[in-house]
């Protein structure tokens, strides 16, 4: 780079570096679906999944080396939180999927943040990242191909909105405050009222809406009577539902439901005027699907990982005093 001064090249040098990752491992399933594991510079790990689809390559990326939201069927949660990432490791993910993919002559279309992690507990460089993905200069996705997926960080939802002309994806998994707090312990700080509220607040285009993601449990959440007080909370809303049925691990006492219970829950929500799609199932076989990413083939059970300041104020303690164990629910709401 002979054409800048030397005076800028010792800036540079300085101040700058050119960083990147390869996976550490590439899983592929039996669907066409891959999973990447890849280990940071100070040796924490995270996973991406990159799904094919037709006319289409979604990447599922990660924005925190574990989480601290607690939900007990939530394999990343049982693993436990360790730090937030920087913009430079989560858009590595990307650039590891865009030239995997360019190398076989396809191109990376969409990205959402639904890997390890709460992005809107890690807003600044979440923020940073999605700029690099929107812009000319970076990936150059259109931002209603870019998701951002949370379990309902009230405070963060509208100014990353307006900032960002993205698509929303909100965790909700339950339209009662009870059961949703048994289930996401963060509930208790932002309760359904006010989660739906900041849904509806999303400025968007014509035609498009914010999604309500719903992992189905078998006999927790998956009665017709909770699809029914499920469209009457989203009633007037430009909100859709995505029903998840619940994939397994090793942490987690829950259960999927039957295909017959998941099709009498859509019933009940289109019924009700809701706008309602099943999520397909991808990757379960390498442990890719949703809820399933650890960040390592076994989940890591560490006690001493601090709580990020956000999450002391939800009332957990700084420090994990349980053995590492993340506190679980099971479909009574004891803890485990």
């Keep these: 780079m002979t054409d800048l001064s030397k005076e800028l090249r010792g800036i540079l040098a300085s101040s700058c570096r050119i960083s990147g990752f390869p996976a550490e491992r590439v899983e592929i399933s039996s669907d066409g679906t891959e999973k990447y594991l890849f280990r940071l510079e100070d040796g924490e790990t995270v996973e991406s999944v990159l799904i094919p689809d037709e006319g289409r390559r979604t990447l599922c990326i990660s924005s925190q080396v574990g989480c601290p939201l607690l939900c007990g069927f939530c394999a990343t949660g049982v693993a436990g939180f360790r730090r937030d990432m920087t913009s430079a490791e989560i858009v590595q993910q990307a650039c590891f999927a865009a030239n995997r993919l360019s190398e076989r002559g396809e191109r990376l279309s969409n990205v959402v943040f639904m890997g ?38 009230v405070p963060e939802v509208l100014p990353l909105a307006l900032m960002h002309p993205v698509s929303f994806a909100v965790s909700i998994n339950a339209a009662r405050d009870d059961l949703r707090s048994l289930l996401m312990p963060v509930n208790r700080k932002y309760p359904l009222k006010e989660v739906v509220a900041a849904m509806r607040r999303i400025p968007l285009q014509s035609g498009r809406k914010v999604t309500a993601e719903y992992v189905l449990l078998a006999g927790v959440n998956d009665s017709p009577e909770d699809a029914l007080a499920l469209s009457r909370l989203f009633r007037g809303a430009r909100i859709k539902v995505n029903l998840i049925p619940y994939n397994s691990h090793a942490a987690s006492p829950y259960r999927a439901p039957s295909a017959d219970a998941v099709d009498r829950f859509r019933n009940v929500l289109v019924a009700g005027g809701v706008q309602t799609i099943r999520r397909e199932r991808r990757g379960a076989d390498i442990r890719a699907a949703c809820g399933q990413l650890s960040g390592s083939v076994h989940i890591s059970l560490r006690g001493d990982a601090p709580l990020p300041y956000e999450m002391r104020s939800l009332g957990y303690p700084h420090r994990r005093n349980n053995g590492g164990h993340s506190p679980r629910l099971s479909p009574g709401g004891k803890k485990s």
């Design 116 to 153: 390890m992690g709460e992005p809107l507990l890690n807003v600044p460089e979440v923020s940073r990242t999605i700029g690099i993905l929107l812009s000319q200069f970076g990936f150059g996705i259109s931002g209603k191909r870019v998701t951002v997926s949370t379990a309902g960080i």
